[in-house]
């Protein structure tokens, strides 16, 4: 396939543009980024980003797949104003874009922030999954919910029309993990995210098998690995930090918070990184 990347400089984006390159998928990185975007493109401006997704002269004539990584990170980075503004509108652009280039399936970066980080209000339970409403306590999450409802309409407008909203946790590389032993002092400095975390690897296989994944519709998924950031086991961090919020199985010694059990069903997603590894 061909397949447009926004965001492709990024963290998880220079991951997956890697990954889908070694599968031999023509890719093409969309970044508004001065650094190795192999097209500059700034996605609030609807009129760049249609370009983008239809034809770009001595490059293309046709894109057949998106991946929508790009956005402002994390809040905090700017004011809350502008990173709603920047992330919202250029997701519109990207789905309304995708729509009238005839474009039907799109993967998109939704964020582990719409379960209720940075969970001052305690988890409903545990491990999270996908079943219980958004909750989100940000301006950056608030876009990220507002993106899968706009997901849902563009998939009701177009029956053909496949999205997938992958809920990434925490993006990290193995340069990363040096850092993870020093979280054991001090659960609390974690619990933010119930010690969660991504390897930027996997996250890339997350998009691969969204991208080849057969349906129509919007599905959403929490992608996370299959262990937590702590050397203690994750009966203690949830037993001692949120004893009052019920465990709803048994749980494995380092086993995620974050339930990726219905990545693995449906996608056939299975993380094969961990920090442990790299310590």
Same mark, same amino acid.
């Given at each position: ?8 400089? #990024?963290?998880? #984006? =220079? ?12 890719? %093409? ?25 239809? +034809? ?31 992330? %919202? @509108? ?17 993967? *998109? ?13 305690? /988890? ?9 409403? +958004? ?11 507002? $993106? ?10 177009? /029956?053909?029309?496949?999205? %997938? #909203? ?20 001090? /659960?609390?400095?974690?619990? *933010?995210?119930? *010690? ?10 997350? @998009? =691969? ?13 929490? %992608? ?14 949830? +037993?001692? @930090?949120?004893?009052?919020?019920? @465990? =709803?199985? $048994?749980? #494995? ?17 299975? /993380? ?8």
């Amino acid at each position: 396939m061909r397949i447009a990347v926004t965001g492709g400089t #990024g963290k998880l #984006g =220079r991951a997956v543009v890697a990954s889908l390159r070694a599968d031999g998928d023509e890719v %093409i990185n969309l970044d508004a980024a001065a650094v190795r975007p192999d097209i500059r493109i700034d996605l609030t401006d609807y009129g760049q980003t249609i370009e983008a997704l239809t +034809a770009i002269d001595d490059r293309y004539h046709q894109i057949d797949a998106v991946v929508h990584l790009a956005a402002i990170p994390a809040p905090g980075i700017t004011g809350n104003a502008a990173t709603f503004q920047n992330n %919202i @509108v250029a997701t519109y652009n990207v789905f309304a874009a995708a729509k009238a280039a005839g474009i039907t399936n799109v993967v *998109w970066a939704s964020s582990e922030t719409l379960l209720g980080i940075p969970f001052e209000t305690p /988890p409903p339970y545990i491990p999270l999954d996908e079943e219980y409403p +958004a909750r989100p306590e940000s301006r950056y999450a608030l876009a990220k919910h507002l $993106e899968e409802t706009m997901a849902a309409q563009f998939c009701r407008w177009n /029956p053909a029309l496949k999205m %997938i #909203g992958l809920r990434f946790s925490n993006v990290m590389d193995p340069a990363d993990y040096a850092e993870f032993p020093s979280f054991d002092a001090d /659960p609390a400095r974690r619990k *933010w995210n119930l *010690w969660g975390y991504i390897d930027a690897r996997d996250g890339a296989q997350a @998009v =691969r098998k969204a991208l080849d994944y057969r349906a129509t519709g919007v599905e959403i998924f929490i %992608i996370a690995n299959a262990d937590t950031v702590m050397s203690r086991s994750s009966a203690e961090l949830a +037993a001692s @930090v949120y004893p009052g919020v019920e @465990v =709803r199985r $048994e749980l #494995g010694e380092h086993e995620t918070l974050l339930s990726i059990d219905k990545a693995r069903r449906l996608l056939g997603y299975e /993380p094969q990184h961990s920090w442990r590894d790299h310590i």
